[in-house]
């Protein structure tokens, strides 16, 4: 009896670590992953030049405001008041003008970094499916993310889970 429940503890065992072992595990760094990429100086670089131009275009608008805003306050004692008014309300427009530039243009640099990176991301994530599938990993886990970039496909126990709740 005894030589007999050794035996049954041992064949589990084996089937338990057997299961075990067939799941394999990795992780990767994408961002260093990204940045090794040779492609990525050439990105960088659009994005870059990108970010130039809008700034070179802001910069057009600030030297207009400061003109105008200099030729009133040298002027602003020879002006009638209709003049003053609308002096000040172009200042003002110009004001206006520059501070929604200032935020299109923010979203239109991170727009423009998508579009650059995009090909990128999805080259990584190609090449990490496909080590992933050749060497028979289950997981691949992105350590600067924290999130799973690649997963065989599973079982959803979400049902089983809410049944265990008493959730229908």
Same mark, same amino acid.
């Given at each position: 009896m005894k030589k007999s429940t050794t @035996?049954?503890?041992?064949?589990?065992?084996?089937?338990?670590?057997?299961?075990f072992a067939q799941e394999k595990f990795g992780h990767i760094h994408s961002e260093k992953l990204i940045m090794e990429?040779?492609?990525?100086e050439g990105a960088d670089?659009? @994005?870059?030049?990108?970010?130039?131009l809008l700034e070179s275009q802001l910069q057009a608008m600030y030297g207009e405001y400061q003109t105008k805003a200099g030729e009133f306050q040298a002027n602003e004692q020879?002006?009638?008041?209709v003049v003053k008014e609308a002096? *000040?309300?172009? @200042?003002?427009?110009?004001?206006q003008r520059i501070q929604q530039f200032q935020q299109s243009s923010q979203e239109s640099i991170q727009q423009k970094r998508t579009e650059v990176l995009a090909p990128l991301l999805e080259k990584a994530?190609?090449? *990490?499916?496909?080590?992933?599938?050749?060497?028979?990993?289950?997981? @691949?886990?992105?350590?600067?993310?924290?999130?799973i970039v690649y997963g065989k496909e599973?079982?959803? *126990?979400?049902?089983?889970v809410k049944t265990k709740l008493g959730i229908e």
């Open positions: @035996i049954l503890l041992i064949l589990i065992t084996c089937f338990t670590s057997s299961l990429m040779p492609e990525t670089k659009a @994005i870059q030049e990108y970010n130039q020879l002006m009638t008041d002096k *000040i309300k172009e @200042i003002q427009d110009l004001e994530q190609n090449a *990490i499916n496909e080590v992933a599938e050749e060497n028979n990993y289950t997981y @691949i886990f992105d350590i600067s993310l924290g999130s599973s079982k959803d *126990i979400m049902p089983l």
